[in-house]
């Protein structure tokens, strides 16, 4: 299964006077100077679905760094508790297995907290040069499919909610290492808890909370 979303995750609205402050500074600035914004290009998820219910996933984040936010890497938190069916708090397996930046490993280290834990990749000793770069996040989680009216259901929040940048396309692909294919699913796009439909999906086509930000 395959869901791919093309337009920007969110928008901001630029007036008249943040176009002209905008115009002032670059003409302060001086021929030979130009201002990027510090975006998430894209945000492609393979999520591999063994029989036994553990998720192995791989994320693709690319970013554009300009030495704002992202001076030493990009972080990324993962929700780490749920609410069962009778309100009760658990807590998903996860497995962090490898961090990667521009195809080769990167450094990274881990903090928790309120049940959430936040991944950073890179070093606060490197600096992270201006341009494109790309992310891999390969992790393992358990516990994410869940049973509902006798039946399982996998929820997944592909993106997360709480990214400190404006994600300009995503996609998601969901495999059954078993095979098979889910005899029923859709999709939503938006922020938390809306229900968006700017997205488009197929079947066969090749096999929670959180966020981030830079530091």
């Known amino acids: 299964m395959i869901v791919s979303r093309t337009t920007p995750v969110r928008s901001r609205r630029r007036s008249v006077r943040g ?3 905008i115009a002032i500074g670059l003409w302060l600035a001086g021929p030979g100077y130009s201002f990027a914004a510090e975006v998430i290009s894209s945000f492609d998820s393979d999520v591999r679905l063994a029989k036994e219910g553990e998720l192995t996933v791989t994320e693709t984040v690319r970013v554009q ?3 704002r936010d992202i001076r030493h890497g990009i972080y990324r938190d993962f929700p780490l508790t749920f609410k069962d069916a009778g309100g009760a708090i658990r807590e998903v397996d996860f497995s962090l297995v490898s961090v990667e930046r521009d195809g080769k490993l990167e450094e990274y280290s881990t903090t928790r907290e309120r049940g959430i834990i936040r991944i950073y ?3 606060k000793n490197t600096s992270v040069p201006r341009g494109e770069h790309t992310y891999v996040f390969r992790y393992r989680t358990g516990r994410q499919v869940r049973w509902f009216d006798g039946k399982p259901e996998l929820n997944w929040n592909v993106t997360s909610n709480f990214w400190r940048f404006p ?3 995503a996609s998601y692909r969901l495999q059954f290492v078993a095979g098979g294919e889910p ?3 859709t999709a939503y796009t938006g922020r938390l808890g809306e229900r968006g439909k700017d997205w488009r999906g197929s079947l066969g086509a090749g096999g929670g909370g959180g ?3 830079g530091w």
Do not use: C, N
């Open 19 to 21: 176009l002209l402050s």
């Open 167 to 169: 994600i300009m396309a």
């Open 65 to 67: 760094a300009e030495g």
């Open 183 to 185: 005899p029923r699913w």
């Open 121 to 123: 990749a890179g070093s």
């Open 211 to 213: 966020g981030g930000g």
